[in-house]
Nanobody, 122 residues
């Protein structure tokens, strides 16, 4: 069983920055894709960003391009999300996930963390 633990969320003012971490433990897939998804109150969970096993390929939702950066440290089995220039619209619970496909679709991810709250104030 794979365990994913997110950390780094919190309350930040608009324009500020946060770095989220997602540490994986237990059995993990070889050459797995990792991603970040988020869910705002009353909204569906949505794609934010993904990164392939080597870190050589990344994709971002249009809403976060130029502001968020995903990167991974495979030696630590950890993926990070650096969030800069945060906006109130970024307020959501952020979830880390692992899957065997390089995909935007939530259904392609096999394991999910519990989520970490990010709140951006005006």
């Amino acid at each position: 069983q794979v365990q994913l633990v997110e950390s780094g969320g919190g309350l930040v003012q608009a324009g500020g920055s946060l770095r989220l971490s997602c540490a994986a433990s237990g059995h993990t897939f070889t050459r797995y894709t990792m991603g970040w998804f988020r869910q705002a109150p009353g909204q569906e969970r949505e794609f934010v960003t993904i990164i392939n096993w080597s870190g050589g390929s990344t994709d971002y939702a249009d809403s976060v391009k130029g502001r968020f950066t995903i990167f991974r440290d495979n030696a630590k089995s950890t993926v990070y999300l650096q969030m800069n220039s945060l906006k109130p619209e970024d307020t959501a619970v952020y979830y880390c996930a692992i899957g065997r496909r390089y995909s935007y679709s939530l259904g392609d991810y096999d394991y999910w963390g519990q989520g970490t709250q990010v709140t951006v104030s005006s």
